[in-house]
């Protein structure tokens, strides 16, 4: 029997799976007297429209004990729900075979708390052989490492913070180029926040870097310009912004002046060592 026949959340029902036979003239649902007996009640519940994708249970030894054999689910996200819900990984504890009744958040932080800017969408699930848990991002085309990390003044479950590149708007003339860079980051002042964005050639070259001064925590996403840029309007670059003190790694734009920019799903491991190429941001105003 389905939600159209025994529907468990109905504001006008006093005890559970009270069958809903229709609609009646005046918009209110008609029901029988009669209980739906062999229906079980959820043993947890869950938003609607938070689209879980992917599954999995923990059977890796490298979380803390409390987490081992529990279920781990990817919450896409709503798309056309009026208050955004999703976005994150959940977890349903187990007791050896027994589920618990309550999903508690794991991992979160891809909706903003604007509910408006998301920079990622949770889809597939895996427990590596480094018992560390993977997981895959359909928004940014990335996979993200989740690892317990442990030592004298903090331990828990450690989630990347990135910089993510939303937009580039060129203007100027052929090796004289200003870029506006459109950026959102979760910022939380000096201790966590994006301290440059750069172009870089598709060799992995740095043309141009622009470094910011201070933290954004109340401008999100927030937009910052820079040049000259010396490259002509065809040659292709890839524009991306560093965090601190988390590095590379979130969304990246790639394109021309001349062909425009479009997000870049590869570029993980790109040129990584420009993160210690001059010029470095001075220290943080606030």
């Known amino acids: ?39 079980e009640a959820p043993i947890a519940e869950m938003q609607a429209h938070s689209a879980p994708l992917g599954l999995v249970f923990y059977e890796g030894d490298a979380f803390p004990e409390p987490y081992r054999d529990d279920l781990f689910i990817a919450f896409h996200g709503s798309w ?17 075979s027994d589920p618990g009744t309550e ?23 895996a427990v590596g052989p480094d018992g560390a848990l993977y997981m895959s991002d359909d928004t940014g085309g990335f996979i993200y490492r989740i690892a317990y990390e442990e030592d004298s003044n903090q331990e828990g479950i450690q989630v990347p913070e990135s910089s993510d590149v939303l937009a580039v708007q060129a203007a100027g003339e052929a090796n004289m180029y200003d ?37 954004h925590v109340n401008e999100q996403p927030f937009t910052r310009s820079g040049g000259p840029i010396s490259i002509n309007p065809n040659a292709v670059v890839v524009v991306r912004a560093h965090m601190h003190p988390g590095g590379y790694g979130g969304q990246a734009m790639r394109g021309s002046v001349g062909g425009g920019f479009k997000v870049w799903n590869s570029g993980v491991d790109f040129a990584l060592a420009l993160e210690n190429a001059p010029p470095q941001p001075p220290d943080c105003g606030f």
């Not at 389905?2 to 029901?31: E, Q």
């Not at 056309?80 to 050896?96: A, M, Q, W």
């Not at 999903?103 to 699930?125: E, I, M, N, S, Y």
Request: glycine share 8%; hydrophobic share 40%; with cysteine.
């Open 1 to 39: 029997m389905g939600l159209h026949l025994c529907n468990w959340r109905f504001d006008f029902v006093a005890d559970p799976f009270i069958p809903v036979i229709g609609i009646s003239d005046a918009g209110v649902a008609s029901r029988p007297s009669v209980v739906c007996d062999e229906v």
């Open 80 to 96: 056309n729900r009026s208050v955004p819900t999703g976005y994150k990984i959940v977890r349903l504890p187990f007791d050896g």
């Open 103 to 125: 999903v508690v958040d794991f991992a979160t932080g891809w909706l903003q708390d604007d509910l408006k800017t998301v920079t990622g969408r949770p889809v597939g699930l």
């Open 179 to 215: 870029f506006s860079v459109e950026i959102s980051s979760p910022d939380t002042g000096c201790n966590q926040y994006t301290d440059w964005w750069e172009v870089v050639s598709e060799d992995g070259e740095l043309i141009y870097r622009r470094t910011l001064l201070h933290s």
